[in-house]
């Protein structure tokens, strides 16, 4: 561990904060950052259509839920764009700070916002708004907790460092469902549609005081310090940033749609669709994507490590690869609603998301230079979440509706393609330096 006020022999940067107490940072951060997000992502699965939008059919409702999930994804590139500005011109603690309060207060308000037989339409469109301030809040986040991460990190192992922010996402995920499996053992149906769906939002508040705990105590990077002395800045990183990033910009956000497609039509799609089709209880599915959790962690863990050893692009080209494999067992694996093909279904699924997933929090901060390093990164992953993210769980309805399951399983196979067309043409990035 490299202590504080310690200077690295191989660069000779000082650091100002122990490599542990950046990890933690990074991880806390995200993870908070995550579990807000997961909480509207496992609601939306399960009453948000019923509370807020008008009852037209069970169908109309699943459907307007998810557009609502989906919002936020379109809100997360506009808040990498905002908050990308200032971690490029101001520095990334303080950006990361105006983030996690952002996604905390509007988390915080859902938990109090009344439903549609309570205001009408007010209620959605309200619900819409709110969604759109987390969009906007983890649209910041991962950008500036991946370049905390890397920018600290010890020559050799920056995509082992910039794992930790993606580790935070199953934890968080972890977090928020098992929050929501023991509502649901310990309270009626109706008690949890009327008032016990409110209480992970809520208990956000608890969260994110001990994440802006621990970043109000970070200190910058040595590597945005560095940059600064040599006046490096830019005026308007986004306009820099296309004018000289394009093509990694694009190429980086197509390398994350097979992560986003994996993630939420394993979680969120599958979830409604066991529920509603299967006839799985609530507890009893959340149950089985609590134990899938457990793998995608691993797979996170695990690629960090190997993208260290043989590359960022081969381990996501390995992942992306066997994505579309998987894609093909998605109908065989899930139609029967038998426990055991299904759970291998979900943990083979966040597995490869986890793979595939892991080596980003390296890939994407070392594709652009220091001065739009922010804002590039971010933009990227967020981009990406549009591709692959928000629209998933509702293509995903449509198609199951008039192709069955097949149809999406193809659906995933075809984001594995995607994304490994794009990282074949990515250019390998374990060998740069960041300073750059």
Not at 156 to 185: C, E, I, S
Not at 216 to 224: G, H, M, N, Q, R
Request: proline residues 4%.
């Amino acid at each position: 561990m490299v202590t504080s006020e310690a200077v690295d022999d191989a660069t000779g940067r000082q650091r100002t904060d122990s490599t542990r107490k950046i990890a933690v940072a990074s991880l806390v951060g995200t993870t908070i950052e995550f579990y807000d997000f997961y909480v509207f992502a496992t609601a939306s699965a399960l009453v948000i259509g019923k509370l807020f939008f008008p009852a037209e059919s069970s169908t109309a409702q699943t459907l307007s839920s998810f557009a609502a999930f989906g919002i936020a994804f379109f809100a997360r590139p506009i808040g990498a764009a905002i908050f990308g500005h200032f971690g490029d011109r101001v520095g990334r603690k303080a950006t990361l700070v105006a983030s996690l309060l952002t996604m905390g207060v509007s988390t915080l308000l859902i938990g109090v916002l009344p439903g549609y037989g309570s205001i009408g339409v007010a209620a959605p469109l309200l619900l819409c708004v709110l969604r759109m301030g987390q969009g906007l809040g983890l649209g910041g986040e991962w950008g500036g907790a991946a370049l905390v991460a890397t920018e600290n990190a010890p020559p050799g192992r920056r995509a082992w460092y910039g794992m930790f922010p993606q580790l935070g996402a199953p934890v968080g995920f972890f977090l928020a469902n098992g929050l929501f499996v023991v509502l649901a053992l310990t309270l009626s149906k109706d008690q949890f549609a009327a008032w016990g769906w409110r209480i992970p939002f809520l208990v956000s508040a608890a969260l994110v005081a001990v994440g802006l705990w621990v970043r109000l105590s970070l200190t910058e990077t040595p590597v945005f310090r560095e940059a600064l002395e040599r006046q490096e800045a830019v005026k308007v990183p986004i306009a820099a940033l296309f004018r000289r990033h394009a093509a990694a910009v694009a190429l980086g956000s197509f390398a994350m749609v097979v992560c986003y497609a994996l993630f939420y039509l394993t979680t969120v799609f599958s979830l409604n669709y066991g529920t509603t089709k299967l006839g799985w209880s609530t507890e009893g599915f959340l149950g089985l994507l609590l134990v899938a959790v457990v793998f995608m962690a691993i797979g996170t863990a695990v690629s960090g490590r190997l993208a260290d050893r043989f590359g960022r692009c081969p381990v996501i080209v390995t992942g992306s690869v066997l994505t579309v494999a998987l894609g093909f067992l998605f109908k065989p694996m899930v139609s029967g609603g038998s426990w055991l093909p299904l759970l291998a279904f979900l943990c083979l699924g966040l597995l490869l998301m986890g793979i595939t997933f892991g080596p980003m929090g390296a890939l994407l901060p070392e594709l652009f230079s220091t001065a739009v390093r922010y804002t590039g990164s971010s933009t990227a992953y967020n981009l990406g979440g549009i591709l692959g993210g928000s629209v998933a769980p509702f293509v995903a309805a449509v198609l199951v509706k008039h192709g069955g399951l097949a149809s999406v399983g193809l659906y995933l196979s075809a984001t594995g393609v995607v994304s490994a067309i794009a990282v074949l043409l990515t250019r390998e990035t374990r060998e740069g330096d960041l300073a750059g």
